[in-house]
T-cell receptor
């Protein structure tokens, strides 16, 4: 059974604070993803990583950075939190797969972040 | 940009089969059909996926039409815990292809 865990289910921070969201997967997956989910906007990809120390920007990377020092752990960092970063943050992971072979993304439980 | 259309909402009686339709008329040959569901305030849960053939697992069955332009997710014996938003998506063959959810179908299982 794939297990993706996130460090917090709920988080309340103040504007300007540095925020760390951690994600850990136990399936030795190469790929890890950070999304945010907002009503009416669906799921939007922030960053993803296909290997340790590798990262790629998604659709909305502004205001975020990531870190992947170990294969099982992918951190999302909000350098200076702003109110428009209030959202549900979802981490996902998937195996690498081969050419032409799709691999399922498995999601964590989500972190609901409120920035005041 | 979601490539699928689904009904906004559906009801199903507890214990009956829930059949959730999805249209994906622009699907290309190497794209898979995936189904996820999301129970309120939780992360999306993977259900099933398929390319051409019908698929079944412990959670559900996926029926894909021969022309691949539509599919149906079947929950054979719906329970109250199956109340959730169900997302049908199509994904390319790249393993780090992002997941894009449309509005989904809000399924309510009625006692």
């Amino acid at each position: 059974d794939v297990k993706v865990t996130q460090s917090s289910r709920y988080l309340v921070k103040r504007t300007g604070e540095k925020v760390f969201l951690e994600c850990v997967q136990d399936m030795d997956h190469e790929n890890m993803f950070w999304y945010r989910q907002d009503p009416g906007l669906g799921l939007r990809l922030i960053y993803f990583s296909y290997d340790v120390k590798m990262k790629e920007k998604g659709d909305i990377p502004e205001g975020y950075s990531v870190s992947r020092e170990k294969k099982e752990r992918f951190s999302l960092i909000l350098e200076s939190a702003s109110t428009n970063q209030t959202s549900m943050y979802l981490c996902a992971s998937s195996a690498l797969g081969g050419i032409g072979f799709q691999e399922t993304q498995y999601f964590g439980p989500g972190t609901r972040l409120l920035v005041l | 940009d979601a490539k699928t259309t689904q009904p906004t909402s559906m009801d199903c009686a507890e214990g009956r089969a829930a059949n959730l339709p999805c249209n994906h008329s622009t699907i290309s040959g190497n794209e898979y059909v995936y189904w996820y569901r999301q129970i309120h305030s939780q992360g999306p849960q993977y259900i099933i996926h398929g390319l051409k053939n019908n698929e079944t697992n412990e959670m559900a069955s996926l029926i894909i039409t021969e022309d691949r332009k539509s599919s149906t997710l079947i929950l054979p014996h719906a329970t109250l815990r199956d109340t959730a938003v169900y997302y049908c998506i199509v994904r390319g063959e790249t393993s780090y292809d992002k997941v894009i959810f449309g509005p989904g179908t809000s399924l309510s299982v009625i006692p």
